[in-house]
């Protein structure tokens, strides 16, 4: 499995930045993709993830009502749409995958310790 994270940069409070995870080798149907962040001496945490296999979402309630997450399954692409952007979400951001092999339900993880594939991250840095 590999992923490519894409799209961070500078950005004032308030505005918008669209990040991007091309992902390639997932050669299962039940997996997760998830969205994290690690800001500078804190642990990595969860922002947003999708069910591969239904699209099932979910978000980290700090950025719920401000990040969206979709997908291009045809690309195999999932992005995450951030706006509102608040200085605490300066990060590097990262996306994972979780490989399940089974079907587990309708629900996506926000834990980090379940993901065992990582992209590079991408830096978010909100300023003025």
């Known amino acids: 499995v590999q992923l490519q994270a894409s799209g961070g940069g500078l950005v004032q409070p308030g505005g918008s930045l669209r990040l991007a995870c091309a992902a390639s080798g997932i050669t299962s149907d039940y997996y997760h993709i998830g969205w994290f962040r690690q800001a500078p001496g804190k642990e990595r945490e969860g922002v947003s993830c999708i069910n591969g296999k239904d699209g099932y979402k979910d978000y980290a309630a700090s950025v719920k009502d401000r990040f969206t997450a979709s997908r291009d399954t045809f690309k195999n692409i999932v992005y995450l749409e951030m706006n509102d952007l608040k200085p605490e979400d300066t990060a590097v951001y990262y996306c994972?995958?979780?490989?399940?092999?089974?079907?587990?339900?309708?629900?996506?993880?926000?834990?980090?310790?379940?993901?065992?594939?990582w992209g590079e991250g991408t830096l978010v840095t909100v300023s003025s």
């Open positions: 994972g995958v979780y490989i399940l092999n089974l079907w587990r339900g309708r629900f996506c993880s926000l834990g980090r310790q379940a993901y065992t594939y």
